[in-house]
Every structure is written in structure tokens, then in C-alpha cells.
């Protein structure tokens, strides 16, 4: 898939970078991969021992900060919808999803995956990767786990969460 859809301008530093987006924006990947990485960041030891996804994460970590650079690090409000589960903030609280997470430029699209809580994030870390998501029809802007928000608004409709968050930053656990 790569090969029919590759650039010959990537800002991408490797080809490995691109096979790791389209990799992940995959429907086969991202649940376990986000699962190992919510794990591994619980302590070094699960990190070193068990997360066997070092590559992937080194790749598209290493990706979204090539794509940023290329796209003059702006920051932008993008969406996220989820389904069957709601979401808990409050107003001041400092959050980070801790996974990657694909988010899109269309509350339209996000929504399709999901209205029973719906996020708008302005986010200044995570970066468009429609040109390399298996669906790039998705409009995709992918946070990466280190980004951490503020939460700026919260509303609770009936069984619906609408949560508005704004970033403060990037935290990093360990020292790598």
C-alpha cells in the first residue's frame, strides 16, 4: 500500500516511518498497540520487560515530530468521538490520553466513531497524517501519548460527555 501511495517529497526521514503510520491508522494495530502502551508507561521495569512494540512507538514518535516540523508546528482543533464510554473531567483538570490517539479535522468524521463522548482538542504536538493513514479519507491528526491538556470545558447531555481540552505542554515520565 505504501509503495502505490508513497511520496517522493516525504518529509519523512525514512520509509519505515511512513509503513509505521499507515501500520498504525490500520484497523488491525492500534488496540493492542495503544493497550501495550498505556501498560508499558506504568512503571520502566513493564516498559523494558514486556512492551514489544519499541519499534513501532520509536517510529511513529520520531514521525509525528518529522511531520510537524514539515507542517511549521502549528497547533489545531481537531476531534475525537468515542462510543460506549463516558468520560469523566472537570473544568482545570490536567489530562493526557497516554496512547497515541487519532483524532480528526472533521467533528463530522469523528463522530462516526463514536458520540457518547466527543472531544475537542486543541492540540500542539499531534500531527496531520492524512497523506500516510490507511484511511486518509479520515482527515487524521494523530496526538501523541506524551501531549498532556487542560480540560477548558465540560458538558454532560443526558448520555453524551462533551469534553474541550487545550494543551499545556508534553510530559515525559522517564528520561529517554
Not at 511512513?18 to 508499558?40: E, G, H, Q, T
Not at 497547533?75 to 496512547?99: L, P
Not at 497524517?129 to 487524521?140: D, G, K, M, T
Amino acid at each position: 500500500e505504501w509503495h502505490k501511495r508513497g511520496s517522493h517529497v516525504s518529509p519523512l526521514s525514512s520509509p519505515a516511518q511512513a509503513v509505521a503510520l499507515m501500520a498504525y491508522s490500520s484497523k488491525d494495530i492500534y488496540k493492542d498497540f495503544n493497550a501495550a502502551v498505556r501498560a508499558a508507561g506504568r512503571s520502566r521495569q513493564e516498559y523494558r520487560n514486556n512492551f514489544h512494540f519499541k519499534t513501532l512507538h520509536f517510529l511513529l514518535t520520531k514521525a509525528l515530530m518529522a511531520l510537524r516540523r514539515a507542517q511549521n508546528s502549528q497547533c489545531r482543533n481537531v476531534f475525537r468521538g468515542v462510543r460506549d464510554v463516558r468520560f469523566a473531567a472537570r473544568r482545570g483538570q490536567r489530562v493526557r490520553f497516554g496512547q497515541f490517539t487519532s483524532t480528526s479535522l472533521s467533528k463530522e468524521i469523528a463522530q462516526k466513531y463514536g458520540t457518547d463522548t466527543v472531544f475537542q482538542v486543541y492540540t500542539c504536538h499531534g500531527a496531520d497524517i492524512q497523506a500516510f493513514s490507511y484511511y486518509h479519507s479520515n482527515r487524521e491528526v494523530l496526538i501523541p501519548p506524551y501531549e498532556t491538556f487542560e480540560v477548558t470545558r465540560v458538558i454532560r447531555d443526558g448520555k453524551r460527555a462533551l469534553i474541550w481540552l487545550r494543551s499545556t505542554g508534553t510530559f515525559r515520565k522517564y528520561n529517554c
